[in-house]
């Protein structure tokens, strides 16, 4: 009976040790990437067939359309 | 490359709800859902400050960093942008988001929550750009019809001003260069001329 309840012994000592394991408690978070569809640019399309600059100029030149003072006085 | 942003000015602000008005009708938005809304801080009180608020289009988007199927992404013009069929209505970007941007459809009796919503910058989604699919996801894409968002065009007080954040910024200076800051820019004398540029004298045998 001996060699078994040392056996026994030794299973519960280790079990008991198991939970003593310093495992990472800090969840490491991941930077996520897109997973979706991939978009056009706006100027891939009929109006400016892919020229990027016409584009800007045409932003460019709307976004004044929002300064009072060149549009009252331009 | 544009970095668009708006920009609000409280001081010109009236709380038309114009630009409100304006977005729902160009991207047909759903009952519940408001991109676009007019805060007003200390209502009724004399001083109140109204804003124009939507998605901001964060440089560093918290609606991005916790949505957990990623579905959100930015454009080369700074543009944020999400992939609606890759959306699951989780609802994490609305508690993520400082001005409240996200919106979710509520439909049925239990009210079941859709796919979020928000202010696209008037850019549409990632469908074909015009495409009848992207407008009845996303709305109406102005930026690849070479115009800016709806709202901002079309405040009538030019408080919401909305485009190329280096531009925007121009304006914005030229405005306070010319007009002054806080309370300089009310009064008799600002509307109707300054001690050193006085309003033109009436007509003679006009009404006075």
């Not at chain 2, 801080?41 to 109140?48: A, L, R, S, T």
């Not at chain 2, 959306?87 to 439909?107: K, R």
């Given at each position: 009976m001996k060699p078994l309840s040392g056996a026994v012994c030794l299973i519960a000592l280790a079990a008991a040790l198991a939970g003593c394991g310093e495992n990472e408690q800090v969840v490491v978070y991941k930077q996520g990437h897109y997973q979706g569809k991939a978009d056009s640019k706006p100027w891939d399309n009929e109006s400016f067939s892919g020229d990027k600059g016409n584009w800007e100029a045409t932003i460019k030149a709307r976004n004044q359309s929002q300064n009072e003072y060149r549009r009252i006085n331009g | 490359m544009a970095r668009m942003k708006f920009i609000c000015d409280a001081e010109r602000c009236i709380e038309c709800n114009g630009c409100v008005t304006a977005c729902k009708n160009e991207h047909e938005v759903p009952w519940g859902v408001n991109r676009r809304r007019v805060v007003?801080?200390?209502?009724?009180?004399?001083?109140?400050?109204?804003m124009s608020v939507a998605c901001m289009h964060c440089s560093d988007a918290p609606c991005m960093a916790v949505c957990p199927?990623?579905?959100?992404?930015?454009?080369?013009?700074?543009?944020?942008?999400?992939?609606?069929?890759?959306?699951?209505?989780?609802?994490?970007?609305?508690?993520?988001?400082?001005?409240?941007?996200?919106?979710?459809?509520?439909?049925?009796?239990?009210?079941?929550?859709?796919?979020?919503?928000?202010?696209?910058?008037?850019?549409?989604?990632p469908e074909t750009n015009n495409s009848e699919e992207e407008f009845r996801k996303y709305g109406r894409n102005r930026l690849a019809e070479g115009k800016l968002p709806l709202c901002a065009e079309v405040c009538s007080t030019k408080?919401?001003?909305?485009?190329?954040?280096?531009?925007?910024?121009?304006?914005?200076?030229?405005?306070?260069?010319?007009?002054?800051?806080?309370?300089?820019?009310?009064?008799?004398s600002t509307a109707y001329g300054?001690?050193?540029a006085p309003a033109t004298a009436p007509a003679a045998g006009g009404k006075s």
């Open positions: - | 007003t801080i200390n209502d009724g009180v004399p001083g109140e400050r109204s199927v990623d579905c959100f992404y930015r454009t080369d013009e700074g543009v944020v942008l999400h992939d609606k069929d890759l959306c699951i209505g989780c609802g994490y970007c609305f508690y993520a988001c400082p001005f409240g941007a996200p919106q979710f459809p509520q439909a049925g009796a239990f009210g079941l929550r859709g796919k979020m919503d928000k202010c696209t910058f008037c850019a549409g989604g408080a919401l001003l909305g485009g190329d954040a280096d531009v925007l910024a121009d304006i914005y200076r030229q405005r306070v260069l010319t007009r002054g800051k806080g309370a300089d820019i009310w009064g008799w300054k001690p050193d």
